[in-house]
T-cell receptor
Framework: GQNIDQPTEMTATEGAIVQINCTYQ??????LFWYQQHAGEAPTFLSY????GLEEKGRFSSFLSRSKGYSYLLLKELQMKDSASYLC??????????FGAGTTVTVRA | GAVVSQHPSWVICKSGTSVKIECRSL??????MFWYRQFPKQSLMLMAT?????????EQGVEKDKFLINHASLTLSTLTVTSAHPEDSSFYIC?????????????FGPGTRLTVL
């Protein structure tokens, strides 16, 4: 089975930076995804890492260390609309995604 | 591009009835579709994987006779919850994949909220 851990909740101030960590133990690792999910809506794709290192995409960056089974999602210049749940998902073999429980980020003014 | 729709977006039904949920890929052909279930404040749990024209592969603990999946075409998959009970109330989300490409990305539908009374 897959074991994916991420913090349950985080709170930050508008304009600040927040880092959401994700650790995983899995067999057949084939990539790690980060998704954003607003309440009652489907997840939307944020980032994808399959090789070690940092992927930057505007205000969002994601990092992966395969040897450590560790990833983080970095959200910069936080905006109120960034309040959402952030899901770490590991792809196993060619296609299956296993999701973490999600981290609820609350952005305060 | 890569839009996935679900219908209905929400449904309320009586205990013992069956409910069908449709998942469509609107602008691409989906060789593989996935069905997830999400309970409040929990993560998405994969229920089954379906490939067009073949039987679905169910995850451990998911009853295949209760959750019937049909993937008759490259743009449509259906999930039928048979003899629904209150514990089946959940948010059901489908995703679709083209089965190729660098990320082999899954595109998610908007979800269907099922409430069983």
């Amino acid at each position: 089975g897959q074991n994916i851990d991420q913090p349950t909740e985080m709170t930050a101030t508008e304009g600040a930076i927040v880092q959401i960590n994700c650790t995983y133990q899995t067999s057949g690792f084939n990539g790690l995804f980060w998704y954003q999910q607003h309440a009652g809506e489907a997840p939307t794709f944020l980032s994808y890492n399959v090789l070690d290192g940092l992927e930057e995409k505007g205000r969002f960056s994601s990092f992966l260390s395969r040897s450590k089974g560790y990833s983080y999602l970095l959200l910069k210049e936080l905006q109120m609309k960034d309040s959402a749940s952030y899901l770490c998902a590991v792809r196993v073999n060619d296609y299956k995604l296993s999701f973490g429980a999600g981290t609820t980020v609350t952005v305060r003014a | 591009g890569a839009v996935v729709s679900q219908h209905p977006s929400w449904v309320i039904c009586k205990s013992g009835t069956s409910v069908k949920i449709e998942c469509r890929s609107l602008d691409f052909q989906a060789t593989t579709m996935f069905w997830y279930r999400q309970f409040p404040k929990q993560s998405l749990m994969l229920m089954a994987t379906s490939n067009e024209g073949s039987k679905a592969t169910y995850e451990q603990g998911v009853e295949k006779d209760k959750f019937l999946i049909n993937h008759a075409s490259l743009t449509l998959s259906t999930l039928t919850v048979t003899s629904a009970h209150p514990e089946d109330s959940s948010f059901y989300i489908c995703s679709a994949s083209q089965g190729s490409g660098f990320r082999n990305e899954q595109f998610f539908g908007p979800g269907t909220r099922l409430t069983v009374l």
